[in-house]
Nanobody, 123 residues
């Protein structure tokens, strides 16, 4: 499975971005998916995850109420809608496929990772 994140960019505080993750090679419809991020000088951290059928989601406390994870299994795609962005959201964002069907906030549960997309929140 190859995963490619896109949609990052420079946005002002309070703005919005929508990240996409395209999966190729194999279908990801049977697997949970997630978004993680890594800021300069910091460890990678969990952002959001979603079950295989989209019926269950999980979010980091820092993004709850502002970010929404979704997926379109027909398109083999994963999304992250990010609203009310803050400077502390600045990071490289990665999408990943986990080995099971349920959401997970643990990076070790994920077996395929895509290249990240840079999100910069600054005025």
């Amino acid at each position: 499975v190859q995963l490619q994140a896109s949609g990052g960019g420079l946005v002002q505080p309070g703005g919005s971005l929508r990240l996409s993750c395209a999966a190729s090679g194999r279908t990801v419809s049977s697997y949970g998916m997630g978004w993680f991020r890594q800021a300069p000088g910091k460890e990678r951290e969990f952002v959001a995850s979603i079950s295989n059928n989209g019926g269950s989601t999980s979010y980091a406390d820092s993004v709850k109420g502002r970010f929404t994870i979704s997926r379109d299994n027909a398109k083999n795609a994963l999304y992250l809608q990010m609203n009310t962005l803050k400077p502390e959201d600045t990071a490289v964002y990665f999408c990943a496929r986990r080995g099971g069907s349920w959401p997970s906030g643990t990076s070790n549960d994920y077996d395929y990772w895509g290249r990240g997309t840079q999100v910069t929140v600054s005025s």
